[in-house]
């Protein structure tokens, strides 16, 4: 069965830095463009980046533009979130999810896979 698993997520400090990773599992995902979607409670989910799968693209989402930074290394079949200078408005549960899609989009139904979750808790 395919899946994406996240791990990473924590408790920081404003300011403060994680990388998030997304180890996908019973497939190969190296044809797919991968993202990461948050949560935060109350909220709707959003789009925070995208990485295609031919590696030469991203996108990201303009509140966490020059803060983080998506990657991707298809021999090890991982994606990873890194994330600067956190703010508490980042708090939320980071979703990794998988495209077929030609083309990067942050539209939550175009990605076919998704991950349970990992929750980041940034603290003022």
């Known amino acids: 069965q395919a899946q994406l698993v996240e791990s990473g997520g924590g408790l920081v400090q404003a300011g403060a830095s994680l990388r998030l990773t997304c180890a996908p599992s019973?497939?190969?995902?190296?044809?797919?463009?991968l993202g990461w979607f948050r949560r935060a409670p109350g909220q709707e989910r959003e789009f925070v980046a995208a990485h295609s799968w031919t590696g030469r693209e991203t996108y990201y989402a303009d509140t966490v533009k020059g803060r983080f930074t998506i990657s991707r290394d298809n021999a090890k079949n991982l994606v990873y979130l890194q994330m600067n200078s956190l703010k508490p408005e980042d708090t939320a549960v980071y979703h990794c999810?998988?495209?077929?899609?030609?083309?990067?989009?942050?539209?939550?139904?175009?990605?076919?896979?998704w991950g349970q979750g990992t929750q980041v808790t940034v603290s003022s």
């Open positions: 999810a998988g495209s077929r899609r030609a083309g990067l989009t942050a539209e939550s139904g175009d990605y076919e896979y």
């Open positions: 019973g497939r190969t995902f190296d044809s797919y463009n």
